[in-house]
C-alpha cells in the first residue's frame, strides 16, 4: 500500500517561504502522476500544482510564478517550494499520487498558516 507523508507545513508572515516535502513509499514518485492540493476552511480541495506522469507540470493560476513543484526520483521525494506566500494561501496542503492513473492515494495533509 502507497504512504505519502507530507512534512514542511507552518505558520509564516505574508512574504515569507516555505517548502513542502512529500516522501513516498516505493518505487512510484518517477512513474506515477504526483501532485499537491490545498484544502481550506469550508473550500473543496483545488490542485496546486502536479507532475503528469510524463513529467510535465501544471499550476493553478493562482500560484504561478510563485511555486515549483520538483521531484527527487533517487529519494521518492517530491517537493513544493512557496515563495511570495499570501494570507490566501492558508490551507492544509495534500500531497497526491495517481497510481497507474487509477487509484488516487492522499497523504495527511500538513497546515500551511500565512498571517498578514
Known amino acids: 500500500q502507497v504512504q505519502l507523508v507530507e512534512s514542511g507545513g507552518g505558520s509564516v508572515q505574508a512574504g515569507g517561504s516555505l517548502r513542502l516535502t512529500c516522501a513516498a513509499s516505493?518505487?512510484?514518485?518517477?512513474?506515477?502522476?504526483m501532485g499537491w492540493y490545498r484544502q481550506a476552511p469550508g473550500k473543496q480541495r483545488e490542485l496546486v500544482a502536479a507532475f503528469s506522469s510524463g513529467g510535465r507540470t501544471n499550476y493553478a493560476d493562482s500560484v504561478k510564478g510563485r511555486f515549483t513543484i520538483s521531484r527527487d526520483n533517487a529519494k521518492n521525494t517530491v517537493y513544493l517550494q512557496m515563495n511570495s506566500l499570501k494570507p490566501e494561501d492558508t490551507a492544509v496542503y495534500y500531497c497526491?499520487?495517481?497510481?497507474?492513473?487509477?487509484?488516487?492515494?492522499w497523504g495527511q495533509g500538513t497546515q500551511v498558516t500565512v498571517s498578514s
Open positions: 497526491n499520487a495517481l497510481i497507474g492513473g487509477v487509484h488516487d492515494a
Open positions: 516505493g518505487t512510484i514518485v518517477s512513474k506515477n502522476a
